[in-house]
Structures are given as structure tokens and as C-alpha cells.
């Protein structure tokens, strides 16, 4: 009796509680939204519909597979959900590669206005897109952490050197990571947490090119615009 009472306290407390799946969906329901404010030239995939129909079944898959927290280690899960991250990435690098191509040749873009709120569609979904690729690829993902994984992280945070701070099963969740995407995409580098491999070191520094590109590109063309 005693021996099973034991199993099952280390059983238990095998895993930390996993991050809710809602923090998940509403990061990729945001970039859907964002895309769909693209002007026609602008936004990639011909028919509208597409995108929000991949984005949600997608997701809604994602939901199904593992509902309320992310603590499932399925192989599958994994690969549906890099899948979604991947489209949403490769989706609005397109969408940017058309917004530089149109600013380029000089192409007409209407106002001032209608430019930079494009820009700033595109540079938050990149921001949100990188944010997923750093939570999913992180120590194999949120599943992998709620289960207490021993794999070495790729990122320092502040509250890993100073756990006094945190609760004790503290571990990165989907906002850690989106702030890591927006401090990098802002000051085009790490804020308080450190890059410690190399895929992560290159992924930061691929977000800050693009993001100090689209800035550059685009306010300097608003500028251009703006009447005299």
C-alpha cells in the first residue's frame, strides 16, 4: 500500500501544470486577423479565404488533440503545430517580400496612413510568428516543459538565475516568448534574457534583419508620401 501511495505522489508530481491552450489560440487568431487587414497587393494567397481556413483548421485540430492545457508529448501534435507556425511565417514573409517589392519600384500605395498601418501588420505578425518558434522549439516545446523535460534550454530568462522570485515549477510559457520576439524586433537584439544556442542566436538575429528592414523601408517611403 505504501510502495502505490509513493508511485503515485512521484507521478503526480512528474509534471508541471501545463500552460493554457487559450494564450496559444489568441496569438494565432491576432496574426490571422492582422493578415486580413492587408491591402489586395499587399496580402499574399489570391482567395481570402484561404488563409483563415488553414489558420483555423489548424488550430482547431491542435485543439481537439490536446484541449485546455499543453501537456500532450504525441509526435503528431508537434508536427501540426509546427506546420501551423510555418504557414503563418512563410505567409507573411510573403506578404512583407510584396509590401518591399511594391515600396522598390516606387509602386503607388496610397496614403501615408494605409502604408505604415500594412507595415505594422506585418512587422506584429512577424513579431507573434517568431514568438511561436521560439516557444515551440524551446526545450521541444511547451509539452515537452510541462512535463519536466531535460533537455537544455535555448534561452535564458531572468527568473532561471533568480528562482527566489518565482514559484518553484516556474518554466517559460507562450508570453515569455513573445516578449523575447517584441524586445528583439525593437531594439534589434536581446533585452534581459540571452540567446545560449545557436539556432536561437540565429533565429534572433534573422527576426531583427527583417524588422529593422520593414522599418527602414517603410517609414522612410511614408515619409515620402506625406504632403509637402
Same mark, same amino acid.
Given at each position: ?5 509513493? !508511485?503515485? =505522489?512521484? *507521478? @503526480? #508530481? %512528474?509534471?508541471?501544470?501545463? *500552460?493554457?491552450?487559450? &494564450?496559444? !489560440?489568441? /496569438?494565432?487568431?491576432? /496574426?490571422? @486577423? ?12 489570391? !482567395? ?37 507556425? /510555418? ?5 507573411? !514573409?510573403? +506578404? ?27 512587422? #506584429? ?17 511547451? @509539452? ?16 532561471? #538565475? %533568480? ?9 517559460? *510559457? ?6 523575447? %520576439?517584441?524586445?528583439?524586433? #525593437? ?7 540571452? &540567446?545560449?544556442?545557436?539556432? %536561437? ?6 527576426? +531583427? @534583419?527583417? +524588422? ?5 523601408? =517603410? ?10
Amino acid at each position: 500500500m505504501d510502495d502505490g501511495g509513493s !508511485a503515485g =505522489v512521484v *507521478e @503526480a #508530481t %512528474s509534471h508541471h501544470i501545463g *500552460e493554457p491552450r487559450w &494564450a496559444m !489560440a489568441i /496569438a494565432v487568431i491576432a /496574426a490571422g @486577423a492582422l493578415h486580413a487587414t492587408l491591402p489586395d497587393n499587399v496580402r499574399s494567397l489570391g !482567395a481570402p479565404w484561404i488563409y483563415p481556413t488553414v489558420v483555423v483548421g489548424l488550430l482547431l485540430v491542435l485543439v481537439v488533440g490536446d484541449p485546455g492545457r499543453i501537456d500532450k508529448r504525441d509526435p503528431w501534435l508537434r508536427v501540426v503545430n509546427s506546420i501551423l507556425i /510555418a504557414f503563418i511565417t512563410l505567409v507573411n !514573409a510573403q +506578404s512583407a517580400v510584396h509590401l518591399v517589392r511594391l515600396i522598390v519600384i516606387n509602386a503607388r500605395l496610397g496614403t501615408a496612413d494605409r502604408l505604415l498601418g500594412s507595415g505594422a501588420a506585418i512587422w #506584429t505578425i512577424n513579431v507573434i510568428a517568431f514568438g511561436l518558434w521560439y516557444w515551440d522549439l524551446d526545450q521541444g516545446g511547451p @509539452a515537452e516543459r510541462a512535463n519536466r523535460t531535460t533537455r537544455l534550454p535555448a534561452f535564458l530568462f531572468p527568473e532561471m #538565475t %533568480s528562482p527566489e522570485f518565482v514559484r518553484a515549477d516556474w518554466y517559460p *510559457e507562450l508570453i515569455d516568448y513573445l516578449h523575447v %520576439s517584441f524586445a528583439t524586433a #525593437t531594439s534589434f537584439g536581446p533585452s534581459d534574457v540571452s &540567446a545560449i544556442k545557436h539556432w %536561437s542566436k540565429l533565429l534572433m538575429l534573422l527576426e +531583427s @534583419a527583417v +524588422s529593422l528592414l520593414l522599418a527602414v523601408l =517603410v517609414v522612410a517611403r511614408a515619409i515620402n508620401l506625406l504632403p509637402g
